[in-house]
């Protein structure tokens, strides 16, 4: 038989033209855009994503594991060459060190992998998904919580008022009568509905999992409106870049890496979205196409109000860019039409604007008051003005603290600040160049005279806006200053009567001008002032690549696609780098503020309380407390600015465990109830108020009754002052951290609120002396030379950060925790070697003190003086301290000093023949803080320990449960 032939496989073939043609024209530039697009969005994601693997653990865990072995191999060096220098010493180490790598490399390696791993495993739950970044976040999960349980973000409903009796307990606060959505704001809403996806696909997937990249998902969105904004004047690499900064710019991923679930993705992106549409509605070419990006930007509003409070501030942009624009677009058509007036109010471009505004408006109301109401539309802007203005004020009218004067993220911002925030100096002038670029010609060589001496004018005041006189300003001579290009360069076409649009630089000049401004007040607005300095980058460099290629192809003879590759390149490199290894190091940092720790210390206390238990602490981690270990709090991060952060600061600093209780008792109670109640019946004389309070809190209830009928009160009202302050309280967590130790000058200030000096100051600071002298005497019943002398103390104030520290002082720990001693005999000797003061000549250390137990008076700081120059001790003094104090076991003994010359107090404890001790301001040796914290309840008799932990990193947490008096 012959070989079967064969058969011939068919020949696969293309048509490559088919392809040429798919990207050629309009296919290209649409394919084009869309790489311009997803580049920025892949960029914004991949910094984002960097917490759910942790990678900074590998460096955490590479520095444990070396010096785990320098510090073996320096014990082994110092026991067999014990008079060997420490230079020549770790030399040997070194050396030692590096070999000891080369030789155990793989084993090395394999235990920085598996602490790396334990440190990840600290950071994460049972399932391996990272905890949220943040402390926020935890608010929107319980509401997000309900939702999916109740259908309904509330807690209870009462006779028509809708209640989350979580936060401010045990009375909670009412949301609204009839809340919309089921009282979701948008960023419940989102939540919600990113659960019920995950859910869909996976029946296991956990709130805190399907939320994790909620935030990733936004900036990444984020990135299209800001390359479309700059496109349409800068082309596409402007475009790009802008996109690019809003993607990877550090101060945005700071507060919206993955995990960071709170609303800060919104605030950008909503602004972003709505200048976009805005600008759009101007543009388009059909008068269709104006409304519906008119009546999209209302949307995009109202959307945003849902979304954050501060939703009016981009809205006050647009409101001022229009009010400019007319005025402009007016000034103009009267120099065009001066013989014709009706041809101004008739003119298409006028009509077309005015169009504009009253579509945008309309709808801007209308999605405004359907998210929310009508009276939010019209009362908003102004309300956040005003609160922009007392942010930062010590005193509240009504004699209160001011706690947003110690929330990090409000504190006030220098111009400095917040141009090296932004990128520096440089990225910061390039931006201001970028506000008026619009104004001038593309091409040079058709640049004027007087538009040159506009770009020279620009360009020196720009200049002197990064230089550290300018930088060291006012806010609002600052901001004139960058307002007067942009009136120049109006003044100027108006004068050439051009056509050139101005709306870009009128917008983007004064979101620059208002997120500044907004910054000054607060740090976490910078994020506000990002978009505008990305927008203002980006049509700088779009624009300047166009100059600069045409410049390079002219002067070399370069074909356009080369020379423009050239310029792109290079700009792409000077420019993104540097954010690139910002962005990489910012998110790098992104970790979570919750560990293991506290996740267990909580659902401790989940577990084994009862349900209407009251979790007490300072306010930052209350969120925590009501998801996780979902139990009512005193006081949360959502509502912090109340009477209860006093209440909550004296209960620590206190020295009376009884006042302590008390207090306690009172907030368990009513909150602040018992106060609102008593200084009403009081003619709202809060002095008084203040004072009685204190008093009755300590005595029994019958007592409390007899000294309020005393100063007149009525029956009822003597009812309900004491059922707010007297009543059987409900089961009591009390929780004690590490981290309150740093927070100790912050809950020890509004602890010992002096309600005198604030009523001094609030009725003092804008009268004059005959307004106000004559009233502090008859107030206080002082003559003349005393309150005189507090009305002058009040007038040199510089600012509200004195009156603030007058007002109470801010007391601090020197040590975050007890250090151990050595006991010689009756002498106790402890190494301290913390830092006192430093200067450019000397350093001043705390090396030890030493406290004689059978004679106290002779205790003493061992103070070294050090050369700051050389590093060698100059000198060692004792010091006396302010006090000694020495808990042996349950008993105190003091020794205060008539002339210290240290103002710190030294505490000694004796707990089981072992001694430990702690250097802290004078209010606190006997707090109650210090005795539970640092002591651990040494001394006390209704604290009793619940749960101890320490967090991977050392942090100490102790929970303790009251143990309340009997009440009858």
Not at 552 to 565: G, P, V, Y
Not at 813 to 831: A, G, P, W
Not at 884 to 909: K, R, S, T
Request: charged letters at 20%; proline letters at 4%.
């Amino acid at each position: 038989m012959g070989k079967k032939k064969k058969e011939k496989e068919p020949e696969i073939s293309f048509d490559f033209s088919k392809i040429k043609n798919f990207f050629s024209g309009k296919n290209t530039a649409a394919w084009l855009i869309l790489i311009l697009i997803l580049i920025p969005m892949f960029f914004s994601a991949y910094y984002r994503a960097h917490p759910i693997n942790l990678p900074i653990t590998d460096d955490w865990a590479r520095s444990t594991v070396y010096n785990n072995i320098k510090n073996n191999l320096a014990d082994e060096v110092a026991k067999q060459y014990p008079n060997l220098p420490n230079a020549q010493r770790n030399s040997v180490v070194n050396e030692q060190f590096n070999e000891l790598l080369k030789q155990n490399k793989d084993d090395i390696e394999s235990q920085i992998q598996a602490t790396s791993d334990y440190f990840k495993t600290r950071m994460k739950y049972e399932d391996g998904q990272t905890y949220l970044l943040a402390i926020d976040p935890y608010q929107y999960l319980r509401k997000t919580q309900n939702m999916i349980e109740k259908g309904h973000t509330w807690d209870i409903e009462v006779n028509g008022t809708y209640y989350n009796t979580y936060k401010l307990a045990p009375l909670g606060i009412p949301t609204e009568e009839k809340p919309k959505f089921s009282g979701m704001d948008l960023h419940t809403f989102m939540e919600y509905n990113f659960y019920k996806i995950a859910h869909f696909f996976n029946k296991d997937t956990t709130l805190p999992s399907a939320v994790f990249i909620l935030p990733l998902f936004i900036s990444m969105l984020a990135t299209i409106p800001a390359f479309f904004i700059v496109r349409k004047k800068a082309g596409n690499f402007g475009g790009f870049i802008s996109a690019m900064l809003v993607g990877i710019h550090p101060v945005l991923i700071g507060r919206t890496a993955a995990g960071f679930v709170d609303t800060d993705a919104y605030n950008f992106f909503f602004p972003l979205l709505i200048a976009w549409f805005f600008l759009e509605s101007f543009e388009a070419d059909t008068i269709k196409k104006r409304i519906s990006y008119a009546v999209l930007g209302g949307i995009s509003v109202g959307l945003f109000s849902w979304a954050w409070s501060g939703w009016w501030y981009i809205f006050d942009v647009v409101l001022g860019t229009l009010l400019i624009y007319i005025v402009y677009l007016l000034v103009k058509l009267f120099i065009e039409n001066k013989n014709n007036l009706k041809k101004v109010f008739t003119n298409p471009k006028l009509k077309n604007t005015l169009l504009v505004i009253l579509v945008f408006m309309v709808f801007s109301a209308l999605a405004v008051s359907y998210f929310g109401n009508f009276e939010k539309f019209y009362t908003g802007p102004f309300e956040a003005l005003e609160q922009a203005q007392t942010i930062d004020v010590a005193a509240k009218s009504d004699l209160w603290p001011n706690v947003y004067t110690t929330v990090a993220e409000l504190n006030p911002s220098s111009l400095k600040s917040i141009v090296n925030s932004l990128g520096g100096k440089i990225f910061f002038f390039i931006a201001l160049l970028g506000t008026i670029i619009t104004l001038i010609d593309k091409k040079l060589e058709k640049i004027e005279p007087k538009e040159w001496l506009f770009i020279v004018i620009s360009v020196l005041l720009f200049l002197f806006l990064i230089s550290p006189y300018a930088l060291g300003l006012s806010t609002i001579p600052y901001l004139f200053i960058i307002f007067i290009p942009l009136l120049i360069g109006l003044i100027i076409i108006l004068m050439k009567n051009e056509n050139i649009d101005v709306k870009y630089a009128v917008f983007i000049t004064l979101w620059l001008i208002g997120g500044i401004y907004t910054s000054r007040k607060g740090v976490r607005f910078i994020l506000l002032l990002v978009p505008a300095f990305a927008l203002a980058f980006g049509l700088f460099t779009g624009i300047l690549s166009d100059m600069l290629s045409r410049l390079i192809r002219k002067e070399f003879e370069l074909n356009k696609t080369l020379s423009k590759a050239i310029v792109i390149s290079v700009l792409s490199l000077l420019i993104l780098i540097p954010f690139m290894s910002s962005a990489h190091n910012t998110a790098k940092g992104e970790i979570p503020s919750m560990n293991d720790a506290w996740y267990n210390a909580l659902t401790q206390i989940r577990n084994e309380s009862s349900q209407d238990a009251i979790i007490n602490s300072w306010w930052d981690f209350g969120h925590w407390f009501k998801f996780v270990a979902d139990r009512r709090v005193t006081l949360d991060g959502g509502g912090q600015n109340r009477p209860q952060a006093h209440w909550l600061g004296k209960l620590m600093l206190t020295d009376s465990e009884e006042q302590s209780i008390a207090i306690l008792r009172m907030l368990d109670c009513g909150a602040t109830n018992g106060f609102d109640y008593l200084n009403e019946a009081l003619n709202n004389d809060s002095l008084k108020t203040i004072d009685v309070l204190n008093e009755i809190i300590l005595m029994e209830k019958d007592e409390a009754e007899d000294k309020l009928d005393s100063l007149g009160l009525t029956e009822e009202q003597i009812n309900k002052v004491i059922r707010n302050t007297h009543c059987s309280p409900p089961e009591d967590y009390f929780i004690t951290s590490e981290d309150m130790v740093g927070k100790a000058g912050v809950w020890g200030h509004f602890g010992g609120w002096n309600f005198t000096k604030s009523f001094i100051y609030v009725n003092t600071k804008k009268k004059t002396y005959e307004e106000a002298v004559p009233s502090l005497m008859d107030k206080f019943n002082w003559d003349e030379n005393e309150a005189s002398q507090y009305y002058y103390d009040v007038q040199s104030f510089m600012g509200e950060g004195e009156a603030n520290a007058w007002i109470s002082p801010w007391p601090s720990y020197l040590t975050s925790d007890t250090v151990k001693c050595t006991q010689d005999d009756v002498v106790v000797e402890c190494d301290y070697n913390k830092l006192i003061s430093k200067d450019s000549q000397q350093t001043v250390v705390i090396d030890s003190i030493k406290v004689d137990l059978n004679n106290l008076n002779s205790s003493s700081f061992v103070i070294n003086f050090i050369n700051t120059q050389t590093g060698l001790t100059a000198g060692t003094k004792n010091l006396k301290p302010h006090a000694v104090l020495f808990y042996n076991n349950n008993n105190i003994e003091e020794y205060v000093f008539d002339n210290p010359e240290l103002g710190f107090d030294i505490v000694i404890a004796n707990k089981n023949e072992t001694y430990m001790s702690l250097v802290c301001d004078p209010v606190f040796s006997e707090s109650i803080f210090t005795k539970l914290f640092y002591l651990e309840g040494m001394t006390l008799d209704n604290f009793e320990m619940f749960y101890k932990t320490n967090s991977f990193t050392g942090d100490k947490i102790i929970v303790w449960k009251v143990k309340w008096p009997d009440y009858e």
